[in-house]
């Protein structure tokens, strides 16, 4: 079954997104409060869900992918995701330390 057969949502593009084959990057990015991190959050969720191996990170000084993904992020390094089986993994980057 391929990744994109798990997918409830109707969206081609996705789909055909999550069919090719080898890495996939999915940059988010837009004005304040248009809701980059949430968007982030749920395409991590769904690739992982669908059974790829996903990492979800955030560069916002609001730090709060942590709060999306109910995982506490402040380590500052990559974490996996526990309610997702092993497939997601997330981290926030401080970047007045990188």
Do not use: W
């Not at 994109?4 to 304040?32: C, N, Q």
């Amino acid at each position: 079954m391929r990744a994109s057969e798990k997918l409830t949502a109707p969206d081609s593009s996705l789909r055909r997104l999550m069919d090719k084959f080898g890495p996939k990057y999915i940059l988010v990015g837009g004005k304040g409060g248009v809701g980059k991190t949430s968007t982030s959050a749920a395409l991590a969720i769904q690739f992982a869900d669908s059974g790829l191996r996903t990492l979800v990170l955030s560069t916002d000084p609001a730090h709060s992918l942590g709060d999306a993904l109910m995982t506490d992020l402040s380590s500052g390094k990559v974490l996996p995701v526990a309610e997702q089986g092993g497939n997601l993994y997330a981290l926030e980057v401080d970047l007045t330390e990188a």
